[in-house]
């Protein structure tokens, strides 16, 4: 089945620098990449995703990439803020393949 | 639109007790997902459902957790009898179509179970 592996585990970034979080997934098969955001004591919230026919998706301050070949895509943010301090998660999803999380990146943005 | 809701948002038990999590989809969402989170594994799938039939309950622990959905707009999941090592955030889940064909995910707020 599929395995998503996700680094680093914990980043700490100066507010305004940019931060970046790579996953990478096994299944070939994969085809939907969602990026989840869990601030403390609520659900994991998605913030921006991206499908296999496309190398790359922007929304505001956040950006994410896809390389299909080598099985990894990223999530970066620019200009970080205090309030983007959060856990994010990202998943992998297919033909008949559930969503499989990756363990989490603990992002923290020192003022 | 209201999102995922999740009963209760805390709860305190003792070991040996009964344990009931409810949980109401988006409206219109088909597929219903039961997770658990711990520090120590993460986010674990425990139970989806498509048309409130089960699909797949391999990440049911074990036969202490039995979860249901009896119509389109409510599941529960159920822990008896209740142990420390249940204490966890669970949240319930769903989505517009299968997960199988890269349909969203969306989460509601937690129900927080310790076990004491």
């Known amino acids: 089945g599929e395995n998503v592996e996700q680094h680093p585990s914990t980043l700490s970034v100066q507010e305004g620098d940019s931060a970046v ?16 955001k869990q601030e403390l004591g609520k659900g994991p919230q ?3 995703d ?7 998706k922007k929304d505001q301050r956040i950006a994410v990439t896809l390389n299909k070949t080598a099985k990894h ?26 969503f499989v999380f990756g363990p989490g990146t603990r992002l923290s943005v020192l003022p | 639109d209201a999102g995922v809701i999740q009963s209760p948002r805390h709860e305190v038990t003792e070991m040996g007790q009964e344990v009931t999590l409810r949980c109401k989809p988006i409206s219109g969402h088909n597929s219903l997902f039961w997770y658990r989170q ?4 993460g ?9 409130n039939v089960p699909i797949d309950d391999s990440g049911m622990p074990e036969d202490r957790f039995s979860a249901k959905m009896p119509n389109a707009s409510f599941s529960t999941l159920k822990i008896q009898p209740s142990e420390p090592r249940d204490s966890a955030v669970y949240f319930c889940a769903s989505s517009l179509g299968s997960p199988y064909s890269g349909n969203t995910i969306y989460f509601g707020e937690g129900s927080w179970l310790t076990v004491v």
Request: proline fraction near 3%.
């Open chain 1, 21 to 36: 979080i790579k996953c990478t997934y096994s299944d070939s098969a994969s085809n939907y990449f969602p990026w989840y």
């Open chain 1, 46 to 48: 998605l913030i921006i």
């Open chain 1, 50 to 56: 991206i499908r296999s026919n496309v190398g790359e």
């Open chain 1, 73 to 98: 895509f990223s999530l970066h943010i620019t200009e970080t803020q205090p309030e983007d301090s959060a856990v994010y998660f990202c998943a992998a999803s297919g033909y008949g393949q559930n």
């Open chain 2, 38 to 41: 711990t520090m120590m594994r």
């Open chain 2, 43 to 51: 986010l674990e799938l425990l139970i989806y459902f498509n048309n």
